[in-house]
């Protein structure tokens, strides 16, 4: 239900960066040929996968965790893909897959977004 005279509460300025990043990233996805099959797709209690797509040349699915920043003087995006980070995802796709039954080859990649662009692309990271 809807009530106008409650104002939305605002969002944080990093999360606005983030969602935008995944549109940016989706939207890259999409014309490198990519299909979108899921965007911020929850497994489990705490894992989540950031865009869950389908790479239409390589007949993979791809599990991909967008990292953005606002500005390129920040630090570089792909500085936040920590070992933690690395764990998380391949424990999301597992699940993932395991939930599903099902036995298909799969990629863990990392999109880097800044000042609205795409500015790397990495292709099955190591856990």
């Not at 983030?18 to 979108?36: C, F, N, P, T, V």
Request: aromatic share 10%; net charge neutral; charged share 30%.
């Amino acid at each position: 239900m809807y009530f106008p005279f409650f104002p939305a509460a605002p969002v944080a300025p990093h999360l606005l960066v983030g969602r935008e990043g995944e549109d940016i990233a989706a939207r890259y996805l999409r014309s490198e040929g990519y299909k979108i099959l899921g965007r911020n797709v929850h497994v489990g209690k705490k894992d989540e996968i950031d865009i869950l797509a389908f790479d239409q040349n390589e007949k993979i699915t791809v599990f991909v965790e967008v990292k953005a920043r606002e500005h390129s003087g920040e630090y570089a995006p792909e500085l936040n893909i920590t070992w933690g980070k690395r764990t998380a995802m391949a424990r999301a796709a597992e699940r993932w897959i395991t939930q599903r039954n099902l036995d298909v080859p799969y990629r863990l990649d990392v999109i880097c977004v800044s000042e609205g662009r795409v500015v790397g692309h990495y292709k099955e990271i190591e856990t």
